[in-house]
Antibody
Framework: EVHLLESGGGLIQPGGSLRLSCAVS????????MIWVRQAPGQGLQWVSV????????YYTDSVKGRCTVSRDNFQNTVYLQMNSLRVDDTGVYYC???????????????WGQGTTVTVSS | QAGLTQPPSVSKGLRQTATLTCTGN????????AVWLQQRQGLPPKLLSY???NRPSGISERFSASRSGNTASLTITGLQFEDEADYYC???????????FGGGTKATVL
């Protein structure tokens, strides 16, 4: 059974930093890209970042470029999102989701975690 | 980054059919199709359709996805009250090298 469990959220002041984690089990982690998606309160889903299975190809949405770094540990089956210079508009629930693989590129978003809440406020 | 376009809401009667649309361009929807997600209040999103229009295991046949050009569609037949939720589409954008989401459609069953 596939499980994704995010952690690391919390209340942080503007300008601060957080590292989100997403621990994964139930599939061959290193084969699949991993995706971060966030949802501001009362708003829709917004893609944040994606990292390939081997970690070589990270991509970011424009609003977090230069402030966030995605990484993964394929021995610990965990993906991370390091968030720096946090802003009020970074507030929201952050989800990790399973991506596709080179062999199964269409398998994106088939499993999600429960999310972790980030609140940026003074 | 420009997103995909979804109507904000749709309302249909019980057991009726609703068709939700998602419009992008040739770099995203028109290129590799779109996924469809359902999000009920307070819960994480759930995949309803892969971007090849196949349903994941366990998803009702009442949900079917298709694409024509740059527009993807999700058809829900035999609407049930449990189908009341927000529905999102998403597609990989080859020009942006990132995923783009639609703004979501809130489905109400009357």
């Amino acid at each position: 059974e596939v499980h994704l469990l995010e952690s690391g959220g919390g209340l942080i002041q503007p300008g601060g930093s957080l590292r989100l984690s997403c621990a994964v089990s139930g599939f061959t982690f290193s084969d699949y890209a991993m995706i971060w998606v966030r949802q501001a309160p009362g708003q829709g889903l917004q893609w944040v970042s994606v990292i390939s299975g081997n970690g070589d190809n990270p991509y970011y949405t424009d609003s977090v470029k230069g402030r966030c770094t995605v990484s993964r540990d394929n021995f610990q089956n965990t993906v991370y999102l390091q968030m720096n210079s946090l802003r009020v508009d970074d507030t929201g629930v952050y989800y990790c989701a399973k991506g596709g693989s080179p062999e199964r590129p269409d398998d994106a978003f088939d499993f999600w975690g429960q999310g972790t809440t980030v609140t940026v406020s003074s | 980054q420009a997103g995909l376009t979804q109507p904000p809401s749709v309302s249909k009667g019980l057991r009726q059919t609703a068709t939700l649309t998602c419009t992008g361009n040739s770099n995203n929807v028109g290129n590799q199709g779109a996924v469809w997600l359902q999000q009920r209040q307070g819960l994480p999103p759930k995949l309803l359709s892969y971007r090849n229009n196949n349903r994941p295991s366990g998803i009702s046949e009442r949900f079917s996805a298709s694409r024509s050009g740059n527009t993807a569609s999700l058809t829900i037949t035999g609407l049930q009250f449990e189908d009341e939720a927000d529905y999102y589409c998403a597609a990989w954008d080859s020009s942006l090298s990132g995923w783009v989401f639609g703004g979501g459609t809130k489905a109400t069953v009357l």
